[in-house]
């Protein structure tokens, strides 16, 4: 019997295995780096045992100290969680060696799906339809996909569309795979447009029996990351259905797996095909759409199988649907552009049916140490479009912020006709936001309520004169106005009974330091209001109905230090300088790569904006820098 499981993981996963060995009557123990020392899975934890290090990125990859901090926490079984050490063998083997029950499948079974090549090799052996590339690629066999042998999570990954960039992707994509991974194998083969990604949940008893508990799509993604994922998947016909479970089943049984897993699958719609994709020997972030379709806890039977009880006699009913999405701090206008920073407000309401797996907390702060995942919200119902709609509202009402997040894409997307219909693909998201069907609607409101908040909190922190209105003027000649970034000056008047607008602009209702009510052609609307940041220059979060907007307010006069030169090329996030590819005095086009920086275990390139000459190169491979930091100057360029 397991007494004491230590989680050598870390936020949302972390909290959701706590959550099963409370229910079970099973200590845990969290272990944490410096960064995530108070995030909210670390105080969830019986115990908790900080890791030491230099490097927060590495330090849960590091076998010894998590073997050690068992030790020192009297845990008795280690729980991998996903990503990180999840699905290293060698991690496996030291936890056994150390006299630990090991929570997954056997370090043999690791070590046949660890290799993307070498699990490649076993299914065709075992039957299972495989996809693969030429030795020698020409350009009939365009486009390509370069991935990564060890892990997933789209690191490593490159679609390649002409030959001559085949040899750089590769290079590319080594470099993101060693640094994620520790491993900077990769592979090449087809890439299939518009297919759909398709995978099936096992659960092995480690002696040739397999439980499969149905299959889920998930096929929305970016940066071949998953966004959205359900269960059971839409639109796929029966006999399909049952060929899959079949080949997973196979899959499984093939290596004696042991605890849970998910075979993948790519499925081509237009030829009613698939092909094995890999198997990933762990829980999946996805794992909650299986659970509340099957009426199941596959964390409860990974630690039942790790105790050595039998699987269920019976396979259970699949009844109704279910709808996931990941929570991200990122930008989706910004090439989804990972975010950092402080989460100043992040709720999520609850609802009948809604389920939320999260890392983080109002007030947790977000690093650029780890993926910029914040949480997954699941919603459940009857029927698909319903958990659709569920979730869209729950999104929707959502407090979250600090931090710009893919929340109102996410609501957008299971709003989306084309989603709604199953019409799913790997190229919907990126086809469905270039027709700008992401952009949130405009709403004039939005500023005017950041306004009047801002006015209202320059009020309250008055420590004089709390009678007088605010803006007042014996004589008014000319209305107040408030500038924030990247919209129209608000105009607005104080009075002593309140605010008003000009004329056309409608009526203020009421406004606080947190709320404003807006009245305009007969319909009133509220807008929750948050501010933060110092007076002057504040940020402010703006929930609406038509969604939230983060608006940062324009100093009335700028100092001079902080002013930049054009053509400056700003580090769009902190980040570690990983290549230099130009060099002082070089020119360049617009669009040519000038650096590429690490962030959230992703590569991103920063390039010259127009054509122009590179006159400064203030940074080196290695250099750590700050958001916002100036990196280059391409004189020329326009900002």
Not at 37 to 58: F, I, M, N
Not at 90 to 99: N, P, T
Not at 236 to 257: F, K, N, V
């Amino acid at each position: 019997m397991i007494t004491r499981v230590l989680v050598a993981n870390r936020a949302e996963i972390a909290s959701r295995v706590f959550r099963t060995c409370r229910d079970l009557g099973i200590g845990t123990v969290a272990v944490h780096s410096d960064a995530d020392a108070a995030l909210p899975y670390v105080a969830e934890a019986d115990r908790a045992v900080r890791l030491p290090g230099d490097s927060p990125t590495d330090t849960y990859l590091r076998t010894d100290l998590l073997i050690e901090a068992a030790r020192a926490a009297g845990a008795d079984a280690v729980h991998p969680g996903y990503g990180f050490l999840s699905e290293n063998a060698d991690f496996a083997r030291a936890v056994e060696a150390a006299g630990l029950t090991w929570i997954g499948p056997a370090p043999e079974s690791i070590d046949a799906m660890g290799s993307k090549i070498g699990a490649k090799a076993l299914m065709k052996d075992a039957g299972v339809p495989t996809l693969e590339a030429p030795d020698e690629p020409t350009a009939a066999d365009l486009p390509l996909l370069v991935k990564a042998s060890a892990g997933g999570g789209g690191r490593g990954m490159r679609i390649v569309r002409e030959l001559a960039d085949l040899p750089a992707e590769i290079q590319a994509a080594e470099a993101e795979a060693a640094s994620a991974f520790g491993d900077g194998t990769v592979f090449v083969e087809p890439y299939v447009e518009r297919g759909r990604h398709v995978e099936v949940q096992v659960v092995g008893d480690g002696r040739g029996g397999v439980l499969v508990l149905g299959e889920r799509d998930c096929s929305l993604q970016r940066r071949h990351q998953k966004v959205v994922e359900e269960a059971p998947a839409p639109r796929l016909p029966e006999a399909t259905r049952t060929a899959l479970h079949d080949a997973a089943r196979a899959a499984a049984a093939a290596i004696d797996y042991r605890g849970a897993g998910t075979v993948e699958f790519l499925y081509d719609a237009d030829t009613d095909r698939f092909f094995f994709l890999e198997m990933n020997t762990r829980l999946q972030v996805e794992h909650p759409v299986t659970e509340l379709v099957h009426g199941v806890d596959l964390v409860a039977l990974q630690l039942a199988v790790a105790e050595g009880d039998p699987l269920p006699d019976e396979q259970p009913t699949p009844t109704g649907h279910a709808v996931e999405v990941r929570l991200y701090a990122e930008d989706p206008a910004a090439d989804y552009q990972p975010q950092s920073g402080t989460l100043t407000t992040f709720e999520i309401p609850e609802s009948p049916g809604l389920r939320v797996d999260a890392g983080f907390a109002s007030g947790s702060t977000v690093s650029t140490h780890y993926d910029a995942m914040l949480a997954k919200v699941i919603a459940y119902a009857p029927t698909r479009r319903q958990a659709a709609r569920a979730l869209a509202g729950a999104l929707e009402r959502a407090r979250i912020h600090g931090l710009v997040t893919n929340r109102d894409q996410l609501v957008a997307v299971l709003r989306e006709e084309a989603f709604l219909s199953g019409d799913v693909s790997t190229a919907f998201l990126g086809e469905w936001t270039l027709s700008g069907g992401a952009a949130p609607a405009d709403d004039p409101g939005v500023p005017v309520a950041a306004a009047l908040a801002v006015a209202e909190t320059h009020r309250a922190a008055r420590a004089v004169q709390q009678r007088v209105p605010v803006a007042w003027r014996n004589v008014v000649s000319q209305p107040q106005t408030t500038e924030f970034d990247g919209v129209e000056p608000v105009e607005w008047y104080g009075a002593r009974d309140g605010y008003t607008l000009p004329e056309g602009a409608g009526s203020v209702v009421a406004a606080s330091t947190t709320a404003v009510t807006l009245e305009r052609d007969g319909v009133r609307t509220t807008y929750d209001v948050r501010v933060t940041g110092l007076p002057g220059a504040e940020t402010v979060d703006v929930d609406a109905p038509t969604g939230h907007r983060r608006l940062v307010r324009v100093p009335r006069f700028v100092d001079p230090a902080d002013a930049v030169r054009p053509g400056s090329l700003l580090a769009p996030m902190p980040g570690s300088v990983v290549k230099v590819l130009a060099e002082e005095g070089q020119q360049v086009t617009a669009g040519a790569p000038v650096l590429v920086l690490e962030a959230m275990k992703m590569q991103h390139t920063v390039a010259a904006p127009a054509d122009g000459t590179v006159t400064h190169l203030n940074v080196t491979p290695g250099q750590q820098v700050a958001a916002g930091e100036v990196l280059a100057v391409v004189e020329g360029a326009e900002q």
